[in-house]
């Protein structure tokens, strides 16, 4: 059925387990991870981000109402996110379009440009009865940026000046930056535990990691016990899907029919979700 995020976090965070939250581009991907949530046998938050809007011909109806089926039809909780949006004009189609929660995204801002359009964000999202995510402390590869070097110090979220950005703007969780970087095609990501522990005493709401797909499972797992509640996770769904499909179109020449190739990018993608799921739960896959 169809979910809340807010309600689906707050019981991930009191159990000290993580949501899975999965970035979706197209129907298959939507599918997948339904589907691999369901042979989890846990809930699970789908997103789409600003980008993949922009990749729908900048529609966002068509991808979200097929998302919302999915997860009514779902034997286990899903929820829908609307991810990194710096669009006040698709932030004000969310509820519309059945989106419980949006990330809000003005971490490119200095300090107080952030909190000034992070506050009138989250004023609006609450009138609107929607749970809300911003970011300080700029994780970095987004867009196409070169995704920072795995040991390289990066960009950090400050502890005191987080909690003084989540009271002044009323979020309801915040991404943090602590050594993930978006778009990493290998899991080579260093986590900082000793700064998420000082993050955790500090802030009062949810944490949020992003650019999970570079972060391998031992650092998954240790982030999940040391408090992170929603792991966004987006290329390793891709990078399952486009090497399924590169080997069957290559050991298949003659396959036309696209039902044929995008099946077997899916159950690629289910089974990834899958696995990313029972490890965030802190439970094995089987
Ligand atoms: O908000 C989306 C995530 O941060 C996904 O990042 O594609 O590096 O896993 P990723
Ligand atoms: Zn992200």
């Known amino acids: 059925p169809l979910a809340e995020t807010g309600t689906l976090v707050a019981a991930a965070a009191a159990e000290r387990r993580a949501v899975a939250a999965f970035n979706i581009i197209t129907l298959e991907h939507a599918e997948a ?61 969310a509820a519309d379009a059945g989106f419980s929660s949006v990330m809000y995204d003005a971490s490119h801002l200095p300090y107080a440009e952030n909190l000034a359009a992070t506050r009138a964000a989250a004023d609006w999202a609450h009138a609107n009865g929607l749970w809300i995510e911003a970011e300080l402390g700029e994780v970095g590869g987004k867009d196409g940026a070169a995704p920072l070097d795995a040991h390289a110090p990066g960009a950090r979220t400050d502890p005191d000046e987080a909690r003084a950005f989540v009271e002044a703007a009323g979020v309801d969780a915040l991404a ?54 929603k792991i966004n996770i987006g290329t390793a769904l891709n990078l399952a899907m486009t090497a399924a499909i590169r080997e069957f179109l290559a050991a298949n020449a003659e396959a036309v029919d696209s039902r044929k190739y995008l099946s077997v990018g899916r159950r690629a993608m289910a089974e990834t979700a899958t696995e990313l799921i029972a490890l965030l739960r802190g439970r094995s896959a089987r």
Not at 57 to 66: F, I
Not at 78 to 84: G, K, R
Not at 185 to 192: F, I, P, Q
């Open 33 to 93: 991870v339904v589907a691999g949530a369901e042979t989890a046998g846990s809930p699970v938050i789908l997103q789409i981000s600003e980008n993949a809007v922009k990749y729908r011909y900048g529609r966002v109806l068509p991808l979200a109402r097929a998302a919302v089926e999915a997860a009514r039809a779902a034997a286990v909780p899903v929820a829908l996110h609307l991810d990194h949006v710096t669009s006040g004009d698709l932030l004000r189609q």
């Open 176 to 229: 943090v930056a602590i050594g993930s970087s978006h778009a990493m095609t290998t899991r080579t990501a260093a986590l900082d535990h000793e700064l998420l522990a000082r993050l955790v005493d500090t802030l009062d709401v949810p944490l949020v990691l992003h650019g999970s797909s570079g972060v391998p499972d031992e650092e998954l797992s240790a982030a999940v016990a040391g408090g992170m509640a």
